[in-house]
């Protein structure tokens, strides 16, 4: 049963604003709003046409609160679907606070988190996953996080899988047909037909389980971890890179004794870094903690960068190059740049040098200094240089959320059960169990299979307001 009670919430961030927006959705939104609403024309909302707006007073009694401005939706045109009218009024909180009191007096109810959407769910106008970006798309703080917010916002993702979902139904079906005319042997569904279908299923299912980890660090900004000796400068690398005074910067090596992380946006990408304690043998308890996490650290990260001091690598170049080998066979997938930091204390032959040296380990070298701002934009750009934003700029589906993650996975195990099944000449009955599991976990995603507890779940996470 979807409940059609009236809620009201805040839509706009709480605190004071130039204005702020109250929602009430449900059937007796409009009617609950013009019992405290006097427009100027003496309008009665309910009369009004849908989509319509109207200046007043909102009153409680004779006692005027507020000069507002009211949004009117007549269900099913509206965001929720149902009834709707939307408050704007001026920001303060307390006048904000005296219109809700006012209004869940005349039988309106705080809305739960989410509860919006999770309405616009009920009723139809979105389906489970468009809902879920909704929560993206406002949490989304970068040029990349945003579009795949939209694109999953219009449906681009779920519209694929309700497509074969849609085909499988069809087979699934012909195969219960099958059942019912079990002594007679025959099959309505073509065999071959049902092979390439289910190889089509899962080439999708598989390409989309692979767009998660593009757009999981895409969600959360691509994790870059800044390694290297005690005081070699990492930490005042970060602060360059963010522009800001983050991390506590001395001549004291081991001043970084935990991991700092902060965020930056590269390009319309985000990037996660990630600062470190230095890495050395050590006997101090403390500082060697500090070691196993950054030998953690890289394993988390997408990208490293290992830092050098120009100096000390100039004289231990040798040492250094076996060292980065040894970075480099433990971790052979990762992206690795090797960043000589300090090197406006080297004279450019020296700082060719260590170029030379290098060289034939064929890795990414970064001269910078990061004190005085030297080839720091140049290393952001081959940091960028390494997201792969191929699938963004073709548009290609993302899937970013664990939830779809997890059901397409999922949806994958069962839908080669259903192949393997088909192969081995299964009887209709077992595929038919197997293909209906298949349909059940499609089915989560786009919300056609829910409960409440999932609901529940997702609508948690959202702001109330939404
Ligand atoms: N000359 C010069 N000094 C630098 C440069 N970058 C950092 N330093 C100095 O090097 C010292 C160590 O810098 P930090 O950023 O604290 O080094 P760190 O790698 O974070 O050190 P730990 O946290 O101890 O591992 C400080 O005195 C910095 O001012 C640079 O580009 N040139
Ligand atoms: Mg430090």
Redesign the pocket.
């Known amino acids: 049963m979807i409940p059609n009670d009236s809620i009201v919430a805040l839509a706009t961030p709480s605190g004071a604003g130039a204005i702020a927006v109250i929602r009430i959705s449900g059937k007796d939104a409009i009617t609950i709003g013009n019992s405290v609403f006097k427009s100027v024309k003496n309008k009665e909302l309910l009369t009004q046409k849908t989509h319509t707006l109207h200046l007043g007073h909102i009153m409680d009694g004779t006692k005027t609160l507020d000069e507002v401005l009211v949004s009117l939706f007549k269900g099913p045109n509206s965001y929720t679907g149902e009834n709707t009218i939307e408050i704007s009024c001026h920001g303060s909180t307390y006048i904000q606070q005296q219109i809700i009191q006012l209004l869940l007096r005349k039988g309106c109810r705080m809305a739960d988190p989410g509860e919006f959407t999770l309405r616009a769910f009920l009723n139809g106008k979105l389906d489970l996953s468009q809902a879920e970006a909704v929560a993206d798309l406002i949490s989304s703080d970068n040029e990349a996080s945003h579009q795949i917010a939209m694109q999953q916002m219009r449906g681009g993702f779920s519209n694929e899988i309700a497509k074969l979902r849609e085909e499988l139904l069809n087979f699934a079906s012909l195969i219960e047909l099958e059942l019912d005319f079990a002594e007679e042997d025959v099959e309505f569904a073509d065999r071959a037909q049902f092979h390439e279908l289910l190889n089509r299923i899962e080439f999708v299912l598989k390409r989309l389980i692979d767009s998660f980890a593009v757009g999981n660090v895409i969600k959360n900004g691509i994790p870059v971890a800044i390694v290297?000796?005690?005081?070699?400068?990492?930490?005042?690398?970060?602060?360059a890179l963010l522009n800001e005074e983050r991390?506590?910067?001395?001549?004291?090596?081991?001043?970084?004794r935990d991991t700092i992380e902060d965020e930056l946006v590269i390009g319309g990408i985000g990037f996660r870094f990630i600062?470190?304690?230095?890495i050395r043998e050590t006997q101090d308890i403390v500082e060697s903690i500090g070691i196993r996490k950054t030998f953690e650290k890289i394993e988390q990260a997408q990208v490293v960068l290992y830092?050098f001091?120009s100096l000390k690598f100039k004289s231990q170049s040798s040492e250094y190059v076996v060292e980065i080998e040894k970075i480099k066979n433990q971790f052979p997938l990762k992206p690795l740049v090797v960043v000589i930091?300090?090197?406006?204390?080297l004279s450019d032959a020296e700082v060719a040098e260590i170029k030379n040296k290098l060289q034939p380990l064929n890795v990414i070298v970064e001269m910078?200094?990061?004190?005085?701002n030297?080839g720091v934009e140049e290393l952001k750009t081959q940091l960028l240089s390494f997201v792969n934003t191929g699938a963004l700029r073709n548009n290609e589906t993302i899937v970013t959320n664990t939830r779809h993650y997890d059901s397409l996975l999922k949806a994958l195990d069962e839908i080669q059960k259903v192949k393997y099944g088909l192969e081995v000449n299964l009887s209709s009955d077992l595929m038919a169990l197997d293909i209906k599991e298949a349909l059940y976990q499609f089915g989560t995603i786009t919300g056609q299979v829910s409960n409440d507890e999932l609901l529940g779940n997702i609508f948690a996470n959202f702001c109330i307001g939404k």
């Open positions: 290297g000796e005690p005081n070699v400068g990492k930490s005042t690398l970060l602060n991390a506590i910067v001395s001549e004291i090596a081991g001043t970084t600062d470190t304690a230095g830092l001091e930091n300090k090197i406006e204390l910078i200094s990061a004190k005085q030297l």
